[in-house]
């Protein structure tokens, strides 16, 4: 069974610019949650769909999005760009029943210049 | 506000010289509590879940148990492959539903 997939694995980025990254699920995990992992505040939550709903949040600014499509793929959108949002962005997918099962993919990491 | 502390930070062990890794927990409504290996660039792996103090779980040189305010990660005659850094993350009830709080990790080195 083919692993979490996310979309673009690297990106640099200026300061003002959005940015959208792409994550596919395990076939069949219908939940998908998106983290921020930076050396000094580790991984925070940032929101979690499931269904095309968002089904849970995190304490991030709106400037950060989500959206999850009928094939349960997700995206997530960075508007305005700030420095402090260079990080490493994970997504996770959990099977049915079992949110608290979380498998990761390789995540996207981002530097904003 | 619920957090997760883990320590120590860092941990250097020789190859086969045992260990344990921390996780302190202060939250409400613990449902459960998570162990993951993260290798550098890549995605946490998951490798553990414990519901209730006592509980413990085996999987290979790694063991985890659970006690009501703190978790143990105990590595058994470690190995290089072993190196990572290992994180523990808290899921309890939240007003959006539930709330996965992780604590920072301990980076792991085992030399030969």
């Known amino acids: 069974k083919a692993g979490v997939t996310q979309t673009p694995r690297y990106l640099i980025k200026t300061r003002g610019q959005q940015v959208t990254l792409s994550c596919s699920p395990i076939?069949?995990?219908?939940?998908v949650s998106w983290y921020q992992q930076t050396p000094g505040q580790g991984l925070q939550f940032l929101f979690e769909y499931f269904s095309e709903t968002q089904r849970n949040k995190g304490n991030f600014p709106g400037r950060f999005s989500g959206r999850q499509f009928s094939n349960s793929r997700s995206e997530m959108n960075v508007s305005t760009l700030e420095l402090g949002d260079s990080a490493l962005y994970l997504c996770?997918?959990?099977?049915?029943?079992?949110?608290?099962?979380?498998?990761f993919g390789p995540g996207t990491r981002l530097l904003v210049l | 506000e619920d957090q997760v502390t883990q320590s120590p930070e860092a941990l250097r062990l020789q190859e086969g010289e045992s260990s344990s890794l921390n996780c302190s927990y202060t939250?409400?409504?613990?449902?459960?509590l998570f162990w993951y290996r993260q290798d550098p660039g890549k995605g946490p792996e998951f490798l553990f879940t414990l519901y209730s103090a006592g509980e413990e779980k085996e999987k290979e040189r790694l063991k985890a148990t659970l006690t009501k305010k703190e978790s143990f990660l105990h590595i058994t005659a470690p190995k290089p492959e072993d190196s990572a850094t290992y994180l523990c993350?808290?899921?309890?009830?939240?007003?959006?539903?539930?709330?996965?709080?992780f604590g920072k990790g301990t980076s792991l080195l085992v030399t030969p």
């Open positions: 996770a997918s959990s099977p049915p029943g079992a949110v608290e099962t979380q498998y």
């Open positions: 993350a808290a899921l309890t009830n939240s007003n959006s539903g539930y709330a996965l709080n």
């Open positions: 939250v409400s409504g613990l449902r459960g």
């Open positions: 076939s069949g995990h219908r939940s």
